[in-house]
């Protein structure tokens, strides 16, 4: 998934899909770019929010590294509501610590009666 979430998005930094390079560069293997990153936080939210939702923001910040075999674990808690707005702060964690920290803000549509 590292290598290929990488490739998809445009991010052809070696430490993203060469071991060898990334090891020369101080990293223990390849890891997950933010891109990848965002696209979980933004999958894991509107999973949750429901398909009607439009995103709104997402503010990340990155910590330990997701390497490969990696397992993250993505929570989040409602912190602000706005009308129909939603802020919620998301944290995915690995066995090396907060891999993601940030909040993202969605926007709930009603259904029309």
């Known amino acids: 998934m590292i ?3 990488a490739i998809a998005s445009r991010d052809y930094q070696d430490v993203h ?9 101080g990293s223990k293997d390849v890891f997950m770019n933010i891109l990848t990153t965002n696209g979980l936080v933004d999958r894991y939210v509107t999973a ?3 398909p009607a939702c439009t995103v709104k923001a997402i503010r990340i910040r990155l910590g330990a590294p ?4 990696d397992t993250m674990r993505l929570t989040g808690t409602v912190t602000a509501l706005d009308g129909d707005d939603v ?4 944290t995915g964690v690995n066995a090396l610590g907060p891999h ?3 909040t ?5 549509r009603r259904d029309e009666a």
């Open 66 to 69: 997701n390497y490969p075999g």
């Open 100 to 102: 993601v920290t940030g």
């Open 48 to 50: 949750w929010a429901g």
């Open 87 to 90: 802020e919620i702060a998301v």
């Open 104 to 108: 993202v803000v969605v926007r709930l």
């Open 3 to 5: 290598v290929a979430t």
């Open 17 to 25: 899909h060469d071991p060898s390079l990334a090891a020369e560069r």
